[in-house]
């Protein structure tokens, strides 16, 4: 390994959180960013190549050494670490919704998932998964939700283009459709 | 709960009472979806009036009659079957009652298919652990205080030199006798049921005195111990005893 690329190991095992990439940058100011690219390559060859119990992984604009999932088993059962609760399903609708269309009120959440949602949006919140990003024009002005970095962590993203493009979802309903033909017919109307 | 609702509910569903816990369905659109699923119903011509059918009896089989998230869906389920049965006079103009549920639906599944995607990844990240397990990072510990007591000494001889006497604010009692002049108010229409403004202050009145009279008498117009009338605009205000508001 080269030195910087040991320099980068260093910084990320002392982190607990993920390093942006322009932190480790500033680690090693002379290193150009092509340098640092290739010393992160380096670094994530070592650990699955040599075969180690940790790898190297990209999270939230940022990298991270995280433990192989092979070893998640022994280690909770020897009590040294413990897997975070799964989110509801609840939440989880919430946030898909405000991952898609943030910024995004209460009300449309409410709309799209057809129960109120006034009590998931404060757990996301304490939790740190979104945050108030805005107020709406509206009524009221209401409040605008947004996702934070937590959240790519939780899920392990790079970042947010990582989700599927809203037009390639595949809607496994839209097959049972028969024919066009309604649609052609309506659009001229409009 | 309300009596009525009370008594009501038990023609409802065998058991009655609060939902606290929808854990099989996240809302009704789910239900929804899931029941055009088990029928394998095509989402843009549904059945409307079996699926209406299902839905009342599913949510009355599950309890969740109760849950007004549900119960307004079946209400919607209801006006679209309604809408349905109408004669459709002019075919081209004719708009599908059924077309908003159906893009609400689409949105929804939508909606779901990305939290499938988020379960995956949110299953993957859990299985991994980062470095430091910790719920949250602390903020780096502050270095500890170089500081001689000399330098402390002088520091605070520094802010007790340069702070000025602090700017006292003055408290002005509030110079209006609002009670008092309640109490001289229902005094005078325990005597008379009918006054005028001009009867009530002097014309020696102080600015202080006229200004609780009027507070007053707004006070107790609000109670409701009297009427305030002005016949027009810049007339001699009229203030009578309310008979209603004193029975009460």
Redesign the interface.
Same mark, same amino acid.
């Given at each position: 390994m080269t030195p910087l690329a040991k320099l980068l190991e260093a910084a990320l095992f002392a982190s607990a959180r993920p390093i942006a990439t322009d932190e480790l940058a500033a680690l090693e100011p002379e290193a150009s960013p092509a340098e640092l690219q290739s010393a992160l390559d380096d670094l994530r060859e070592h650990y699955d190549v040599d075969g180690h119990g940790v790898e190297l992984v990209e999270i939230a604009g940022g990298w991270q050494i995280l433990t192989r999932a092979e070893y998640t088993e022994a280690i909770e059962r020897a009590q040294l670490a413990a897997r975070p609760a799964r989110l509801s399903g609840a939440a989880l609708e919430t946030l898909a919704i405000i991952a898609y269309r943030q910024p995004i009120g209460r009300a449309e959440i409410e709309e799209i998932r057809g129960v109120g949602v006034g009590s998931v949006l404060k757990s996301l919140h304490e939790r740190g998964l979104i945050d108030v990003v805005g107020r709406g024009e509206g009524l009221g002005r209401p409040l605008l939700y947004g996702t934070t970095p937590v959240f790519l962590e939780y899920f392990a993203l790079r970042h947010l283009d990582e989700l599927p493009r809203a037009d390639e979802l595949a809607i496994a309903l839209r097959a049972a459709r028969p024919e066009p033909e309604a649609a052609a017919a309506a659009t001229p109307n409009e | 709960m309300t009596a009525a609702t009370a008594v009501s509910s038990p023609a409802l569903g065998p058991e009655s009472g609060f939902v606290i816990e929808l854990t099989e369905f996240?809302?009704? #659109?789910?239900l929804l979806?899931s029941l055009?699923r088990e029928e394998q119903?095509?989402? /843009?011509?549904i059945p409307i009036a079996r699926i209406c059918e299902q839905f009342v009896v599913r949510i009355r089989t599950l309890g969740l009659n109760e849950a007004a998230?549900y119960l307004e869906?079946a209400a919607r389920l209801l006006r679209i079957k309604a809408q349905m049965l109408l004669p459709r006079g002019d075919e081209?103009a004719w708009e599908d009652p059924r077309a908003e549920l159906v893009r609400?639906?689409?949105?929804?599944?939508?909606?779901?298919?990305?939290?499938d995607? #988020?379960?995956r990844?949110?299953?993957?990240?859990?299985?991994?652990?980062?470095?430091? /397990?910790?719920?949250q990072?602390p903020a780096p510990p502050q270095a500890p205080l170089a500081l001689s007591l000399a330098e402390l000494l002088s520091a605070v001889d520094r802010v007790l030199r340069t702070a000025t006497r602090p700017n006292m604010h003055e408290v002005v009692p509030r110079a209006l006798d609002v009670p008092g002049a309640i109490a001289i108010l229902r005094g005078v229409l325990a005597i008379k049921a009918r006054i005028l403004w001009t009867e009530l202050v002097e014309r020696t009145a102080e600015p202080w005195q006229i200004l609780s009279t009027l507070l007053g008498l707004l006070e107790l117009a609000k109670l409701g111990e009297l009427r305030v009338a002005q016949p027009r605009p810049f007339a001699d205000v009229e203030i009578t005893r309310d008979a209603a508001g004193e029975a009460a």
């Open positions: - | 996240s809302g009704p #659109l789910d979806l055009i119903l095509d989402i /843009y011509d998230e869906m081209e609400r639906l689409l949105e929804y599944q939508q909606m779901r298919e990305v939290v995607v #988020l379960e990844r949110g299953e993957e990240r859990r299985n991994q652990f980062s470095r430091a /397990y910790l719920p990072s």
